[in-house]
């Protein structure tokens, strides 16, 4: 079961009307690990989250999930194995946040049927799990972006999926919420076997959850493996072009950077 | 009829479930459901509601006009029909079966379905467009009718007798509808922005047209406005039938895709995400909606505000899930065209164009609820 990785993607590229964004990225991805997917802005990371996810086609190369081929899925079966917290979020209509959350279940319910006892169940965890419950009645129109940002993680933890993509998912949160709702997931990654693909910003936080980084520059993965071997002053140079220190934590050991100014 | 089945069939949708309570979870886990079951109730009671009000709006309306006719003679005539029992009709003057079941429910019953199916339509083109001012009219769909019964009008085209403007008008509408896809469809798709944009030139160059065939109309000039501003006069069964499918068929689809609409709501990305097709189901339900009210123009001419108004107004009363506001919206929409009818018809002393009398009460009304609610939100 383990030696089939969860993707596999070989040569991927994609590209926009104007410009070219991946260009022969590959990587494997296997079940069970909580990945960092880090680099300079523009450099394609929610592209290749977007063709990870089946939101869009790769113009060439190609992406196995579990085994068989990307485009051999139907999207329903993809929105079963696959959520996706997204980076910007806006609800046009004042769903409550309740409704909202259950909109995560969607895909496991048959088009006209009725959210059953299970349904409200993960419902009400994944509300718990992001602090979201004391608004569950109120309009997620009438929250705040933070707010906001949390139901919708809530919603993709209520889809209780094997694979998890964070875009930026805590890029509006306070970092109480933040490091709560990364602590939350590492724990579903440790217990349940889920696999987590995030992208960061910020490298220290990447470093403080992620048991392995990527970094993506120029449409390819210029570097991948386990935070502790490739968290290294070099690699950073060379993607961000910023100089630093790398540290142990001084409580977990981890590898952190202290950056020049 | 389809109108009815479409509506059942979301009824039936809403109906609650018992849950069965979870074992080992803290009481208010088990808030949820209960508050889901309450929602879903008064999804259900407002159906049964409107739907019961709009039973007796038919009955009333049936009975009021020229020839005032008691109620209890309206319900025997209709229940005589219905169940084809012509020995009931014995009792009464001819005259009033006549009236009732020739003149008046055909004209009753097409305000009601075209009430509905423009309501139905307001409801898609706001989930679609993410715009809560979008109407059944965005696309251009009026301005294409418009132009399409304008031009038979003008030329006198009779090649179809009395189907000729309402022909006219449909492919008008539905020329319009395609054109305006065929503007805003880029490579990657059909974005609302895009459509409410080649809408509003496609409708602006058709206007301009119309104004055209206006000016060198001559005579026929009053007969374009008089078409223009909608009239459910003389309308025969051969009409209530004809809007009765399309709203039917449309009800029927919209009802499929109400919980995909619902997911439209939060953007592609996020839709996509959770397993919806987002172009296919903005397509089908695009061209869907146009069409339903492609023939609601064509039979009825233009009617404006049911579309925008209606929407709206039940969205404040039941939330924003597509799955409870459809099936309301249309019943509301059917209760306000008909209301409206009945007014032009039997109250006022003089017929107004109904789609003046909708957009004279309905524009100002709406502007109150508008002004209350930002009101309410400031708070």
Redesign the interface.
């Known amino acids: 079961m383990n030696a089939v990785p969860v993707f596999d993607i070989h040569d991927v590229t994609f590209r926009y009307?104007r410009c070219r964004v991946l260009d022969g990225a590959s990587l494997t991805l296997s079940a069970g690990r909580f990945y960092g997917l880090l680099g300079p802005n523009g450099c394609g990371k929610t592209t290749l989250l977007?063709l990870m996810?089946g939101?869009k086609r790769p113009d060439g190369g190609t992406i196995a999930f579990r085994g068989r081929p990307l485009g051999a899925y139907r999207?329903?079966e993809?929105?079963?194995e696959?959520?996706?917290v997204?980076q910007n979020?806006?609800?046009?209509?004042?769903?409550?946040v309740?409704?909202?959350v259950?909109?995560?279940r969607?895909?496991h319910l048959p088009?006209?049927a009725?959210?059953?006892?299970?349904d409200?169940?993960q419902?009400?965890n994944a509300m718990a799990a992001t602090d979201t419950?004391r608004f569950?009645?109120q309009s997620v129109t009438a929250l705040s972006g933070g707010e906001r940002q949390r139901v919708?993680f809530a919603r993709a933890l209520a889809?209780n999926t094997g694979v998890l993509m964070l875009d930026e998912a805590t890029a509006n949160l306070d970092i109480r919420h933040t490091l709560a709702l990364l602590g939350r997931t590492r724990e579903r990654v440790r217990q349940n076997g889920q696999t987590v693909i995030a992208v960061f910003q910020d490298v220290n936080l990447a470093a403080l959850y992620c048991d392995e980084l990527l970094f993506l520059q120029d449409g390819r993965i210029v570097s991948q493996g386990p935070t502790e071997t490739v968290m290294k002053v070099e690699i950073l140079q060379a993607v961000y072009g910023v100089e630093g220190r790398i540290r142990p934590h001084t409580e977990y050991g981890l590898p952190q950077v202290d950056f020049k100014r | 009829m389809a109108v009815r089945t479409g509506l059942v069939l979301v009824v039936m949708n809403t109906t609650p479930t018992p849950d069965n309570p979870v074992d080992g979870l803290p009481t208010s886990a088990n808030e949820a459901p209960d508050r889901h079951i309450r929602a879903s109730r008064s999804v259900c009671g407002t159906v049964a509601g409107l739907g019961l009000i709009l039973a007796a709006a038919i009955t009333a309306a049936a009975s009021l006009g020229y020839i005032r006719l008691p109620f209890p003679a309206v319900l025997h005539i209709m229940g005589a029909h219905l169940c084809d029992r012509p020995d009931w009709l014995a009792a009464y003057d001819p005259v009033w079966s006549v009236v009732v079941a020739e003149v008046r429910l055909p004209r009753i019953l097409c305000s009601a379905v075209v009430g509905a199916g423009l309501a139905m339509c307001g409801v898609v083109f706001q989930g679609i467009l993410l715009n809560p001012l979008a109407d059944p009219y965005t696309l251009g769909v009026s301005a294409g009718a418009a132009f399409g019964a304008a031009v038979a009008l003008l030329l006198n085209i009779a090649t179809l007798g009395v189907f000729s403007v309402p022909l006219f008008a449909f492919a008008g509408a539905a020329a319009t509808l395609f054109g305006v896809i065929y503007l805003s469809s880029d490579g990657s798709g059909l974005s609302s922005t895009n459509l409410i944009l080649a809408g509003i030139i496609v409708a602006a160059i058709l206007s301009a047209g119309l104004s055209f065939i206006k000016y060198v109309a001559d005579e026929q000039v009053s007969v374009i406005i008089f078409w223009l501003m909608g009239s459910f006069a003389a309308r025969t069964w051969m009409d209530v039938g004809l809007v009765a499918v399309a709203v039917g068929l449309g009800a029927a689809v919209c009802t499929f895709f109400a919980r995909d609409l619902n997911l439209l709501a939060l953007g592609e990305r996020p839709a996509a995400a959770l397993g919806v097709d987002f172009q296919r189901v903005t397509l089908v339900l695009l061209v869907t909606a146009s069409l339903v009210a492609a023939v609601c123009v064509a039979v009825s001419g233009i009617i404006g505000f049911v579309g925008l108004l209606v929407p709206h107004l039940m969205r404040m009363l039941v939330g924003p899930d597509n799955r409870g506001l459809l099936p309301v919206s249309m019943l509301a929409g059917a209760l306000l065209l008909l209301g409206a009818d009945t007014l032009t018809r039997a109250v006022l002393p003089q017929e107004i164009p109904i789609g003046v009398l909708t957009a004279l009460v309905g524009g100002p009304f709406f502007c109150y609820v508008f002004r209350k609610r930002q009101k309410e939100q400031a708070l």
């Open positions: 009307p977007d996810a939101l999207r329903r993809l929105a079963r696959i959520a996706l997204p979020f806006y609800v046009n209509f004042p769903f409550s309740h409704e909202v259950m909109m995560g969607y895909p088009r006209f009725h959210p059953g006892a299970d409200h169940r419902v009400q419950e569950a009645r919708v889809q």
